[in-house]
């Protein structure tokens, strides 16, 4: 079973809509829990931490749920910059590495 | 700030040849990695270093070698290139993994083909 999995979508949806990426995680001894973001041909580049109480950053809302090990990312408002892939990304706590997700594509569409 | 910065930015190579791709990162960060993404596959973990003068293999180490050279620089080699290794190849940075919510840092990656 691979540490983090995420559905790869892709998801296209209009200018102003809602939408919201799950990604699940194997490893109940996880410390550390992330959501980044890839534009085509470039570095992934950190989003936002996602925090147990949950945490929101302007559009953006990440939620944690340690019992079912799943992440979210909710993006209200959808703007045409917003289009790229969303990786989950988790941290052990006895690791020494960042395990990603294969990513969720998203476009959003004028 | 440079933050992790990766040379080449393009390769391309023969296969049996051999390359470096070198890293470096001004963030006093001890722990750095490299990794390979490939379409569908997400990244996956080459090798790491999580600090000076150790080296670790992560998912995918064949065909790889690594150097911590100092705090600052780790380096990448392909001792015999195959075409199995075209990819995009990533180096990493972070404070130490053992800290809560530390964040890893991306150079911008190195595209390289082996034909």
């Known amino acids: 079973r691979k540490e983090v999995e995420q559905d790869p979508g892709p998801f296209n949806v209009p200018e102003g809509a809602t939408v919201a990426f799950n990604c699940t995680y194997s490893?109940?001894?996880?410390?550390?829990f992330f959501w980044y973001r890839q534009d085509c041909r470039k570095e992934p580049k950190l989003l936002m931490s996602?925090?147990?109480s949950g945490n929101e950053d302007g559009r953006f809302t990440a939620q944690l749920n340690r019992a079912s090990q799943y992440i979210s990312l909710l993006i209200r408002d959808s703007k045409l910059s917003d289009s790229a892939t969303y990786l989950c990304?988790?941290?052990?706590?006895?690791?020494?590495?960042?395990?990603f997700g294969t990513g969720t594509s998203l476009t959003v569409i004028p | 700030n440079a933050g992790v910065t990766q040379t080449p930015k393009f390769q391309v190579l023969k296969t049996g040849q051999s390359m470096t791709l070198q890293c470096a990162q001004d963030?006093?960060?001890?722990?750095m990695y490299w990794y390979r993404q490939d379409p569908g596959m997400g990244l996956r973990l080459i090798y790491y270093?999580?600090?000076?003068?150790?080296?670790d293999k992560g998912e995918v180490p064949n065909g790889y070698n690594v150097s911590r050279l100092n705090k600052r620089e780790f380096s990448l080699r392909l001792e015999s290139a195959a075409p199995s290794q075209t990819s995009v190849y990533f180096c990493?940075?972070?404070?130490?993994?053992?800290?809560?919510?530390?964040?890893?840092?991306f150079g911008q990656g190195t595209r390289l083909t082996v034909v």
């Open positions: 990304v988790v941290l052990p706590y006895t690791g020494n590495q960042f395990y």
């Open positions: 996602v925090y147990s």
């Open positions: 490893n109940s001894a996880s410390q550390s």
């Open positions: 990493a940075s972070s404070e130490a993994t053992g800290s809560a919510n530390t964040e890893a840092f």
């Open positions: 963030m006093n960060h001890n722990s």
């Open positions: 270093s999580a600090s000076e003068g150790t080296t």
